[in-house]
Structure formats: C-alpha cells, structure tokens
C-alpha cells in the first residue's frame, strides 16, 4: 500500500573530517522514499528550484517513487550545509538556505489525498499540518521533526502532534520537547501530547520503542566506518513506515509489527552512513538488507 511523504528535497553540502561534498541530493524526503521503496510505493510532495537536476529526479524514479508531486519552481532549491565533528555523530549546521522553500505550500496531486500510510518528514510543522488536514482518513500517520521546530515553532508542532498516531525523534530533541532527562519520561510525555507510539532514535546506540506492549530496544549494526551520516534518521523512518505499509498495519494493530518495523528501519538505516549523500540507499539489495535485520535480531537474542 502507498505511502505519501512531504518533507524537504534538497541539496546538501556536507564536510567531515576527511572530505567535503558540495550540493548532492539530500532532504528528509529524499533518503525517506528511498528507503521506503524498498518495501512499497512511495508518493513524494515536496519542492525543488529551477537549479534541480533532472538526473536526481530520474534517480527517485527509477526506484519507483512517484515524484508528480513535486512542484519545480523559479528560484533556488532548498540547501543545507552541515559540518561532522571528529566523532561523526555531532555536527555543526553551517547554513540553512531556504530558497524556494520560503513560499512553499504543499499541494497534492489529484486522488492522493486517499493515500493510506502518511509520513510527515522534517519541514516546518505547518507545512505538516496542511498536509495532514487535506488527507481523507489515513491508516496510519507518522510525524518527523528536528530541534528547530521545537525551538522556534512549538505551538505548531504540538498542534500537529496532537493528530498523529506515532513521533520518530532522536534522544536529545525528546528532551527538548518534554524538559524530561529520562527517555523514558520523556517518552510517556510525548504520548500525553497525542501519540500513542513513540520512537527515540539514538544513533549508533541504536532505537526505542514506546507502545502498548512496552518498551523495545533495538541496537544499531556497528559499521566499521561512517563516511556521512547525514539523512540516517530520515531513512530509519523510511525502513519503519515502509514495513508497516508492506503489511497493511494501522493504527488500531497490536504492536508486533510495529516492534519489527523498527528492526527494519534499523536495518536500512545502517547502510545510509557508508557513502555520501543517499548513494548507499541507491539499488540498495534486499538480500543484503535482510542480511541485516537477521543480524539486529541476533544482537537482541540471548
Ligand atoms: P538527518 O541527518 O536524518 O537529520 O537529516 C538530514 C537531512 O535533513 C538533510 O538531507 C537536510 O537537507 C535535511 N534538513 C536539514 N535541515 C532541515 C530543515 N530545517 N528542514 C527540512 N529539512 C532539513
């Protein structure tokens, strides 16, 4: 079943200690519907400037991801630039360069609104929102964020949040969001805000889940060598709402799915830091991947 993503298509210039990549393809929703069309369809809304390359479309197509809605307009593509510290987990964003994001309001081509499975990636809460309210009745919603919003669009994000049946976030953005320092606070706090499900990314310490079956944690694959981690999280949460629309999960499913959508998004998200940009996720083999998740599942068994 499909699965419609809005977020951000961007570039990205990315440095690290060893190297620096100018303007590769980057953005929420570009490493999420890659890693979800691994396990089925992907609509993309989103936007691009008139300096977006039609080969990185044609990359996104070719994956079977449906790009009709996104919209190209004059200006230019949304660019971020980030610098890794030594540990290649810290980073310094450098430059947030809006472009034709400053006036983007998200439009869904005609008959997508009855997408069943709806992942809001990281944009200002209410471009979210706006999506979520032209939606006719979503299966399944999952929401994305980052520490900006939390910072300086609160009001917006917990109105989306309210609406959503599950939040992916890393560690430090649910202790933000809450004030908790425990995650498992922090956890139970977020689901007083609206979602029942609560996922806690934590790098290569791996993920938690919060549902109703209690907590599960899943570790991460320990890669010899991280080359850019940039969009990890991104492509977590396209292994996770990948699995669930691959078995027709809804909100109203038990938990076992969703405890293995999280090996899943483990899985794809450990490929993602061993090349730039999203060229680790491109033809990424699914032998390999369940290579992977059967290697999740030995570290977490006895
Ligand atoms: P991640 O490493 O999973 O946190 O995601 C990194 C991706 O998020 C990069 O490809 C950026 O283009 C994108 N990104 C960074 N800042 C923003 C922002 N303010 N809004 C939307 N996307 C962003």
């Known amino acids: 079943m499909s699965i419609l993503v809005v977020g951000s298509v961007a570039y990205d210039t990315v440095a690290t200690v060893r190297e620096t990549r100018d303007r590769q393809l980057g953005g929420s929703a570009s490493f999420f519907a890659l890693a979800a069309s691994r396990f089925a369809p992907v609509r993309v809304v989103g936007v691009v400037g008139d300096d977006f390359r039609q080969e990185d479309l044609d990359l996104l197509a070719r994956h079977g991801i449906d790009t009709s809605g996104i919209e190209r307009c ?132 791996g993920a938690l889940y919060f549902g109703s079956s209690g907590t599960l944690a899943v570790p991460a694959i320990l890669l010899p060598d991280v080359v850019d981690p940039t969009g990890a999280g991104d492509t977590f949460a396209g292994g996770f709402m990948g699995w669930l629309a691959d078995r027709g999960v809804d909100r109203h499913s038990d938990d076992v799915e969703f405890r293995r959508a999280m090996i899943a998004g483990s899985a794809v998200a450990s490929f993602c830091p061993q090349a730039f940009s999203v060229e680790a996720l491109i033809d990424l083999d699914r032998a390999a991947l369940d290579a992977r998740m059967a290697t999740l599942t030995a570290m977490m068994t006895p």
Not at 100 to 120: K, M, N, R
Not at 139 to 146: E, S
């Open 74 to 205: 004059a200006g230019a593509t949304f660019h971020w630039s980030g610098r890794y510290h030594h540990d290649m987990i810290e980073r310094d964003t450098l430059a947030t360069d809006l472009g034709v994001f400053a006036d983007f309001s998200p439009q869904l081509p005609a008959g997508w609104e009855h997408t069943p499975y709806l992942l809001l990636a990281n944009i200002h809460p209410s471009l979210q929102l706006q999506v979520l309210d032209s939606m006719h009745d979503p299966k399944l919603v999952v929401l994305d964020t980052m520490n900006l919003w939390i910072e300086t669009s609160r009001a917006e994000l917990l109105a989306v949040l309210a609406k959503v049946d599950v939040l992916l976030v890393n560690d430090s953005e649910a202790r933000l969001l809450t004030g908790c320092t425990g995650l498992n606070e922090a956890a139970l706090a977020i689901q007083a805000l609206g979602p029942p499900r609560v996922v806690i990314k934590k790098g290569e310490h």
